[in-house]
């Protein structure tokens, strides 16, 4: 820490930024995280003071070729669910036919999800003073924790709620983070923005804290733009003192393929985002003056200019970026900072559910690589702090679930839960089925017809959640070991992961799109989200380009692969022809709207 202080004191001084990483942070001090792991008394806990025996810990920590235990991995906690209820759930999607709903159906109220009288907030850390002892505070906090989980189980029957957050710690690293920070970032994924949106949060900052919140509509690129419009004007409409901002890292990729997740990994180029710029614009808004944020505008620029230069930002020619590490005794006794902009700084917090990209948003600010990228929810790294430049400090907080009324399906497929991990996915699979062209789009045979039925002009049987499993598994070859029957448990998590990344892509609607269609169809800020997601110019450009790279090795760290026990590496890499269209359903006619996004990936890509 010592270290790390001149470190800060220089950069002040000189702009001299460097990455730096805490010497002795393997856990092995005090008060590192690992030190928390100790307390516990369990290798592989990350500490919940209020675990009880019907708390599920998702993330198993996973250990890397050596054996050794990694620290950085924060683990999500979730209510266990009963035994019978699984069951239930998957003798449902055994059986119960799949019809196609509405669009209206997609259509979702953030007052449905978030309704206001059933006590959804977020636990809020207790008064404290500096003559209580650090015991007495963590018992207190303890103990207004649990006040908090009765009342809300006392307004909300069980099974209501959606998975959402136990682990106390990551809590107390939300305080932090809200109190640190002069303004917030909150991240969502475009795709079902009001899933992972508590207004009670909101309100918080805004209301009680007076802080700004600037909404980062992230993954822009999996969106039709006329959609991303409507979501823009929705969450603006609901909550007026949002700065929102289209966000994506993945600017300029055509709709991804199974081959091109993999580019997309291997070329991950944080100055090709779109939307750093606009951040900037709202922090000049907010802070009108008060902070000088010019270092910051000249950052972005300079990323730019090499970004054209280069092509390829190299180590050597980028900026490092100073990251400290914050250990957990930091969550303990502070002071919440009353003063904004303490010393001319900037100190934006990234908050937002997991897997929503947050760490990329931050990589895509820092300009470099300094936070790991995983599809798997729950991995980014404990409490961290980045210096941008000298006027901007940037915060992260651990992917965190908020309580909500949304269904369990809908939340697996907005991917808060580790796949791999999942009791029973088929329910899920189901609920996207239900809500996606899926037959058209993923050419699956019925496990009931015979190979001569196939081309035979039969009436196409009904489908189950459970049929389509099995006719993926065949399709993609996924056996069980034992008896080489069809793998229907992977085949549902590789759905499930298909959906997640954006390739069996879901949207979420705001209430009205379907009435309005047109007119957002038609919005003047078409061509300023299309040139934010690089579809302005036609995709010809990175075809070719992706031809070129046909054959080259990833260069993802091993560690990286290793970690992800989520991704179904062999799986998905199999099929390196076959890709998956946006889903078009039977009312997306663009009319009037001259670029076709639908068209982007055509359905016989699967082919
Ligand atoms: N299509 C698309 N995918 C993205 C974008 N940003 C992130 N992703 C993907 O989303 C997944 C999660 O991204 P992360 O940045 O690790 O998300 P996170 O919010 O930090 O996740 P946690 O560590 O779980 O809290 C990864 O597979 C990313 O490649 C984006 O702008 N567009």
Redesign the pocket.
Known sequence: RHALKVFSTKLKENFLVLVCDLPGDTGSGPSSRNASVERGGERQSDTSDSETTDIRRINQQPFNREGRYDPNR?RLHFEKEGKEEVEKRKKLAREKVLQQVSDKELEVDINDIYPSEKGLGFPRRPSWNYEMTRESLLRKEEKSYRDYLDDLHSRNPPGSLSHFEHNLETWRQLWRVLEMSDVILL?V?IRHPVLQFPPDLYHYITGELQKHVVLVL?????CPPPLVIAWKHYMASQFPHLEIVC?????G?PY?TVLQ?KR??RK?DWSQ??GPLDILKSCQEITSGRVDLSSWEQKIQRDAVSERLDGERTDEGAESVLVEHQSDSALEMSSPSQELYKDGVLTLGCI?????????????LVGRKV???????????YFQTYYLTPTVKLC?C???VFPSRVNKQLQILA??YPVSQLQEPYSSVGYLCERTPFLSILKLKHPSLQENERNQESEEPSWTAWDVCEAWAERRGYKTAKAARNDVYRAANSLLRLA???RLCLCLRPPGYSCLREHWENHPDLPEIMALQGRATEEEGTAERDDEEDGESSTEPEEERDRDADDDEDGDGDDEDEGFGHPRRSDDKPSGFTVNMYNVLRENECE
Not at 247 to 251: I, L, V
Not at 371 to 381: A, C, E, F, I, N
């Open positions: 924060f991240i994924d992230n993954k822009a690129d999996l966000f994506t890292s993945h600017r990729q991804s997740k997309m990994r991950a985002a779109g937002g559910f997991p897997n929503v990209g947050k760490s990329s948003v931050i990589n895509s936070v790991s990228v995983s599809r798997t929810p729950g991995h980014t790294k992260d651990p992917g965190l991917g808060i997640i990344d954006g």
